[in-house]
């Protein structure tokens, strides 16, 4: 029997290790057909280290780091799960994207390094996995969707916040079986606790990371993206730093980006859609609200360290002509482990079936999808700051960005 690995696979294998190659069947366990370069081992490199050992069909070959501390963090997670394993550690982000003996690249640098680091690694020819954002402006952004055209290779974004259990059962339901009409309007609330430390606490300055709406944010605009099926037009933000980080001070410089945020954006077939963001919450919170003409639907995720039984996921859709019902989605529990940190199994798993010619479905995010949440993102910025409506065209110019340039004139839904 001729098959792909599964999450089953992966899942049900680490249980019979016990068992000689001969006596499965069932779980064939079979060796790791790639090996994977790491550049940049933090907690979320250290995240694709593990991910890339639980989805099963890779290894990793070797990591680059410019911080031994972070580097031999990731050597000692990628020791604890496979001790026994060679394991690769560069002195040069040129050796580490050269090597031959890697079949493709994860980059999980600070945004702000993104751009430089990948100029190096689209030398390589390699598949490139690149984390969110993209970049952290819209000329950055622009510019690797021209290095992409001229790539050998393909080159799929981070942007993993499409592989959640409630936005799969949402776009089920709102784009594939059509279960609400036309979408009109589109909704999304993110509560949470404030950005995590990092290596020279860049997530804390927007020069570095391009705003909290650029950072963290590129997520659910490009999930606006997506569900509206269209082009963003324009953009109107309000937003502050109000609690955290407002005495936060490193090497000198005081941290500047917003801790909470209301943003607006209007698409050019008509869909509306507004985010709520709160970074000073004492949970973790989100929530996605999709109206069309035929119905509603509604998905949630929360984790509120209240003790007891409690739903952690619940979806809903209502109608008046037709069923409505409740559910509540989720993935077995050895997957939803991974996500949290930068990295999901289904992220990894698409980007094996893409290294393989055979791209699983339309959810994995390429260099425009990437393009689009940096310049939602951006323009929120901007329209925060200046206290105006941004369009985006007008962004664009500005930027020397043609806006009807054939690279960036289409969406990638359409």
Known sequence: MKRSITYRDSIMGERFTYLERDDRYLIPGSEPRYRFNII?????????IRVTLLEGRATINGIYDVSPKSAESGRTVFRQLRPDDPLKIYDSLEAACTDAAADALIICTPNYTHF?????????????????????????????????ADHESFLQVGLQYRYKAIYQEAIAAALRQKTIGAIKTISILEHRPPFLDKVGQ???????????????????????????????????????????FTEFEYQGKRADILDDAFVTVRYENGV????????????????????????????????????????????QLNRSARPSYASQPHYPAVVEQSGHNGATFFEHLNFVENLQGNPVDTVTADVLDGFWSVAVGAAAELSAKEGRIVRI??????????????????THAS
């Open 202 to 244: 860049w997530n804390k300055f927007s020069r570095y990371s391009g705003g909290t709406l650029v950072e963290k944010c590129c997520h659910y605009f490009d999930l606006f993206n997506y569900f509206s099926e269209s082009r963003p037009r324009e953009v109107y933000a309000v937003g502050d730093m109000d609690v955290n």
């Open 116 to 148: 430089e680091v990948l100029k190096t690694a689209v030398t390589s020819g390699k598949p490139i996995l690149l984390e969110k954002p993209m970049a952290t402006t819209v000329s950055d952004a622009f510019e690797i969707v021209r290095m992409s």
């Open 40 to 48: 940049g081992s933090g907690i979320i490199g250290m995240e694709h």
């Open 272 to 315: 509306k859609a507004m985010f709520n963001l709160c970074m000073f919450a004492p949970l973790f919170y989100e929530e996605i609200t999709i109206c069309g003409d035929e119905g509603r639907l509604r998905a949630s995720e929360k984790d509120d360290f209240i003790t007891g039984q409690r739903l952690k996921t619940e979806f």
């Open 393 to 410: 065209d007008e962004m664009l110019t500005q930027a020397k960005i043609d806006p009807a340039d054939p690279l960036i004139s289409r």
